[in-house]
Nanobody, 116 residues
């Protein structure tokens, strides 16, 4: 079975930084798309960023603030979040799939709370 484990969530003040990590077992991150999503209370799940052979993609609201990277040796994907805003508050999930919009495995999520 493919398993994903997120870590690094927490509470941070607006303007601060936080780093999320997604460790994948049972599947090589180098051969699949790995993405980050988030879901705020009462809202739909939202795409944040992804990384794969094609490079990286970001949703407009996080461009210039978030950076997604991949460590093939550790089979891990990291989301570096800078200049955090209260609107970034959400549960963040990592997922992997064969292609964009074809994610088949998801982590359990990690809470990110940004205070004003």
């Amino acid at each position: 079975q493919v398993q994903l484990a997120e870590s690094g969530g927490g509470l941070v003040q607006a303007g601060g930084s936080l780093t999320l990590s997604c460790t994948v077992s049972g599947r090589s991150v180098s051969g699949y798309v790995v993405g980050w999503f988030r879901q705020a209370p009462g809202k739909e799940r939202e795409f944040v960023a992804c990384i794969s052979w094609f490079g990286t993609q970001y949703t407009d609201s996080v461009k210039g603030r978030f950076t997604i990277s991949r460590d093939n040796a550790r089979n891990m994907v990291t989301l570096q979040m800078n200049s955090l805003k209260p609107k970034d508050t959400a549960v963040y999930y990592c997922a992997t799939g064969r292609a964009v919009n074809e994610y088949d495995y998801w982590g359990q999520g990690t809470q990110v709370t940004v205070s004003s």
